[in-house]
């Protein structure tokens, strides 16, 4: 009999535990919407399944953190013919939004600077369990609703990255890495890059949580070009929120009804 306990024991002992230290007596749920969002996105059709974004199931917990019915991708854009550097686990309406930036966005904005498309995106993550850095309020990327955006490789081989490209001397990279950035956020409702502070030095941070009034928050290319560049002029001025604005008041939504400070953003 104690064979058969000891594991339900240390289960519970351990769901005790990590319930009360971390997230209160029966834990957090999810908030409603994101549920919605997943269903909405799937019953659209707007990601179908294959080869390279596979249904995984259910990812419940720790805590809030996970998604009711994510995938796990290996390559995005039409045709699935932008490979990630690594595979990693997106919701739905994360793959769709993506795939619309890259195709929207990305790829006119490489055929205008290189003259050749991006064949590969290298990324630092979608899914992690944890606070936004330095805060009790979550992150996007707790519930697979974000994905930090680092690189990306061209038809000829090379990769443009955040990190060196953003304030390169080749204006060509600094300035499509700005537009990518700048023109982000008609997909996402968070874009956060090298301008929004010292945590997004090496890569755009892309997310769609629901910020209150239906705010976004654009702070992907907003920072000037370095001289001689120029930005891609096709593409709309997006900046919403400059960072140096001290009456923002915008907010994360926090799953316990909390909403984050604007500059919990930076971190
Ligand atoms: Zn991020």
Redesign the pocket.
């Known amino acids: 009999m104690k064979r058969i306990l000891y594991p339900a024991f240390v289960f519970g002992l351990s769901a005790v535990l990590g319930g009360c230290s971390l997230f209160g007596w029966g834990g957090p749920k999810r908030a409603a919407w994101r549920s919605q969002a997943e269903n909405q996105c799937l019953a659209a059709g707007e990601v179908r399944p294959s080869d390279d974004v596979r249904p995984i199931g259910e990812v419940d917990g720790p805590g809030a953190c996970g998604a009711d019915r994510p995938f796990k991708v290996t390559a995005l854009g039409r045709d699935r013919r932008i490979p990630l550097n690594e595979r990693t686990a997106m919701n739905c309406p994360l793959v769709a939004a993506t795939d619309n930036w890259l195709e929207r966005v990305v790829q006119p904005a490489a055929e205008a600077f290189f003259g050749q498309p991006v064949v590969g995106v290298e990324h630092m993550g979608t899914y992690s369990c944890r606070s936004i850095a330095g805060s009790r309020y979550m992150s996007e990327?707790a519930y697979m609703n974000?994905i930090?955006v680092s690189g990306f490789k061209l038809a000829d081989g090379r990769t443009v990255r955040v990190k060196g490209g953003w304030r390169s001397a080749d204006a060509s990279e600094a300035n499509f890495l700005r537009t990518v950035g700048g023109q982000a956020c008609d997909d996402f409702t968070t874009v956060l890059g090298p301008a929004s502070g010292a945590a997004h030095q090496d890569h755009l941070?892309l997310d769609l949580a629901r910020h209150s009034k239906g705010r976004r928050v654009c702070r992907g290319g907003d920072e000037p070009v370095p001289d001689g560049g120029r930005l891609f002029s096709f593409f709309k001025d997006d900046t919403v929120f400059p960072a140096d604005r001290a009456d923002v008041t915008g907010s994360l939504p926090g799953e316990d009804g909390l909403e984050a400070p604007m500059n919990l953003l930076d971190k």
């Open positions: 990327h974000a930090d941070h």
